[in-house]
């Protein structure tokens, strides 16, 4: 048996000559999946794969099922079908044509109600809160640092960042409380460059 040598798999485990090799000692000479995985230093399920395929070719990676066209008389129908039903999703849709088309899916009909201009554009989600825009703002940093050699426990660094300039006021205390932060805050104000 000959066969034609063709561009091989960038990550291929095995060459050519090393399938056709596996499958001959696993059939002919019944050496094991895991001596044959061991000798050719490749997973299991690598021999495996080349032990039950015919061809010790590359397959090629393309789907198996071929892509769906959107044929007119679908498009119709889908279009059909809204109008009758105004209130139904493409998942409701999709289900009711299923019998009549067997190619229905809740994408093809959702991108088929999104070109007819039959959906809202989808909207984001708007936050909560908005953060303020401005150069005029302090940014708080909180970091944990191992106590003074002796002393057990953490203690933290406490720093305020004037965004604007970069300038950076920063303590450290023993906690890290709201009320600590608070006052580092209001000391952090005299220290860094005005607002106005």
């Known amino acids: 048996m000959v066969f034609v ?13 090393q ?17 044959l995985a061991k000798r050719f230093c490749c997973g299991e399920s690598t021999i495996r794969k080349w032990i039950n395929r015919t061809s010790p070719r ?9 892509r769906v066209v959107v044929t007119e008389d679908y498009r119709q129908a889908v279009l059909a079908y809204r109008q009758q039903h105004p209130t139904h999703g493409p998942i409701r849709i999709a289900a009711q044509l299923q019998a009549a088309h067997p190619q229905a899916h809740r994408g093809t009909v959702a991108l088929i109600l999104q070109k007819a201009g039959l959906t809202p554009p989808r909207q984001r989600a708007k936050p909560k809160w908005k953060i303020p825009v401005g150069k005029h703002r302090l940014q708080c940093d909180v970091q944990q640092l191992p106590a003074i ?5 953490f203690e933290y660094k406490i720093s305020f960042i004037h965004l604007r300039t970069r300038w950076k006021y920063s303590e450290i205390h023993p906690n890290q409380w709201s009320e600590t932060i608070a006052d580092v805050y209001q000391r952090a104000l ?4 005005p607002f106005s």
């Open 19 to 35: 399938r056709l090799e596996v499958k001959r000692l696993f059939d002919k000479e019944k050496v094991s999946v895991a001596a």
């Open 58 to 66: 590359d397959e090629s990676s393309a789907p198996h099922r071929k």
């Open 149 to 153: 050699q002796g002393s057990p426990g």
């Open 5 to 17: 040598m063709k561009k091989q798999h960038a990550n291929a485990a095995l060459t050519i000559p």
């Open 190 to 193: 005299d220290h860094l460059p």
